[in-house]
């Protein structure tokens, strides 16, 4: 019994119950007073009623006129009683102006004066209730007029509310049924609200939803992905801490559309994009987010939709720093191959007793790899630069590219924007790498590097097909790539990475394609602020 009263259905109906017991008990109170008054002054005008009859009896108003009671002693009490007897008065008492009694149930009273004043000596009729020697009663006291019509006493008139208090009784009965009626109706109307109720918590008791709603706070806050819940108007019902970080979103986004709290833009877009399914990528100046999109539907019907947020930030920079030891290892690896290759051509012709030709080989060697690095060393001073410059210098001669930098590349060793320059580098040369892979020999990269008082200026050009015009507007747009080789491996972040990093800065990037292509990227410098401020 206790296990069935935790239900929530049965919660609900016990309390409807009482509370329509309570109304209808307290209604029935009011309804008896009301019904109480109501026969009060109904006996009072019956009281009323009689004693107007007795007023209008010729002999009671010949033998009240002053003077003539003595001539009709007897007269006036036996009629009182009659009247009494034949209309179920309690009293019937006749007065004169002088407040003598003429008649009244108790004889001894008769001829005796009343304590108090005649109340319809002005003429009008009296009602209320009395308590007198009789008890309370419903009392009506009427002007008793002479044949002359003028008032020479009055009549008054009581009826015993115990009468009043049975007529009570005998019409309580009936209207109790009827509150018992409506008691029942409302009872049954609350057990079907109760049924409705428990549909639409989908059967869980009230234990049950509060126990769901600590498990969804503690689950929502305690995540580290950004979850975010619209109803079907596109309304946000659910939102966490994560998604608030993530989109930037005010306290008090809940309950208000979606489009109204994030900024217009591409990532309003994807997330208010029903097509978008899952693991959509989008990267924006500070943070590369993963998005997934579900809709929810409940008994085949759509009740909003669940968004996911992945932050994949730092996921990005480790694979980044990955790819740049994957980079200088697969660089070892051919320099490996290489060497191990010069090292035999070297033994062979020391085998074959030719040690001139031998040496003028190493020389050959020494002088060719030495060249470019003195290149490198010579014009560029950030060590990160360089060490990058001569990693992707070996891959390029595993990959049978030329990688040159131009003579008047200039960087000095406190150059800003080092992080920057370093990722728009490598993204850069590692596209020209992969649009030449589909090109016949020769081909070449030419890297320029120019630092100025106002600004740096990076271009990274190849010998390639170059880009389809149609294309160029999308080439930063995440995911987009017009890569086919094999070894390309960045599926179309590359280029959308350089252009965050630079518009964070606050540069350009610039693409031109002629016989090639070549993209020219401008980073601002502190001076540049300083000459344009």
């Known amino acids: 019994m206790r296990r069935r009263m935790r239900k929530i259905s049965s919660q609900i109906l016990l309390a409807q119950v009482v509370i329509l017991t309570a109304s209808m008990a307290f209604g029935f109170l009011l ?32 033998c009240m006129v002053p003077g003539a009671a003595a001539a009709c002693a007897g007269q006036l009490q036996e009629y009182a009683t009659a009247t009494m007897s034949s209309t179920g008065a309690s009293y019937v ?34 009602l209320g209730i009395n308590s007198g020697s009789q008890g309370l009663t419903a009392n009506a006291r009427v002007p008793l007029f002479s044949p002359a019509d003028v008032v020479i006493g009055e ?7 115990s009468s009043v208090s049975s007529e009570l009784v005998r019409e309580l009965p009936s209207y109790g049924l009827w509150f018992a009626v409506a008691l029942l109706f409302g009872a049954v109307a609350s057990w079907f609200v109760a049924r409705r109720m428990k549909k639409r918590t989908f059967g869980l008791e009230l234990d049950e939803i509060a126990r769901l709603l600590q498990e969804r706070e503690a689950t929502l806050h305690g995540i580290r992905e950004g979850v975010l819940a619209l109803d079907p108007a596109g309304r946000i019902s659910v939102v966490n801490d994560a998604a608030r970080r993530l989109l930037n979103l005010p306290d008090a986004a809940a309950g208000r559309p979606l489009v109204e709290v994030v900024a217009a833009g591409e990532l309003r877009d994807i997330l208010i994009d029903p097509s978008v399914g899952v693991d959509e990528l989008f990267v924006t100046s500070e943070l590369c987010l993963v998005v997934n999109r579900m809709p929810v539907v409940l008994r085949g019907k759509p009740h909003g939709t669940v968004i996911t947020l992945r932050d994949r930030t730092d996921l ?21 191959h290489e060497f191990t290759n010069r090292l035999h051509a070297i033994a062979g ?6 040690p001139v030709d031998a040496l003028s080989y190493l020389n050959e060697l020494r002088g060719t790899s030495a060249d470019f690095d003195e290149s490198v060393r010579s014009r560029i001073a950030v060590p990160q630069i360089v ?8 891959e390029a001669s595993e990959r049978g590219v030329e990688l040159v930098i131009a003579p008047d590349s200039h960087l000095d060793a406190d150059a800003r924007h080092v992080q920057a320059l370093t990722t728009v580098l490598g993204n850069m040369i590692d596209n020209a790498f992969d ?3 589909p090109v016949a020999a020769p081909r070449f990269v030419e890297v320029r590097i ?31 790539t017009t890569k086919r080789s094999a070894h390309s491996t960045h599926g179309g972040l590359g280029l959308a990475l350089v252009m965050n990093a630079v518009t964070r800065i606050g540069g350009t990037v610039e693409v031109e394609v002629d016989g090639g292509t070549r993209f020219t990227v401008t980073l601002p410098t502190a001076v540049a602020a300083e000459v344009g401020g």
Do not use: W, Y
């Open 31 to 62: 309804l008896t007073q009301t019904v109480r008054a109501n026969l009060d002054r109904d006996f009072e005008a019956r009281a009323a009623a009689i004693a107007q009859t007795v007023a209008s009896v010729p002999m009671v108003q010949q």
């Open 93 to 126: 008492v006749l007065i004169d102006m002088q407040g003598i009694r003429h008649s009244h149930p108790d004889p001894s009273l008769v001829g005796q004066r009343v304590s108090e004043p005649v109340m319809a000596a002005d003429g009008q009729v009296h």
């Open 155 to 161: 009549v008054s008139v009581g009826i015993q509310e």
């Open 316 to 336: 990005e920079g480790l694979a980044r720093e990955l790819d740049g030891q994957r980079s200088l290892t697969e660089s070892l690896r051919a320099q490996q």
């Open 349 to 354: 012709l020391l085998e074959l007793d030719r």
């Open 387 to 394: 060490g990058l410059l001569l990693g992707k210098a070996a």
């Open 435 to 437: 649009a030449l892979m």
């Open 450 to 480: 120019v630092e100025s008082p106002v600004a740096i200026e990076v271009s990274v050009a190849d010998n390639g097909i170059g880009i389809p015009e149609s294309e160029r507007p999308q080439v930063f747009d995440r995911g987009f």
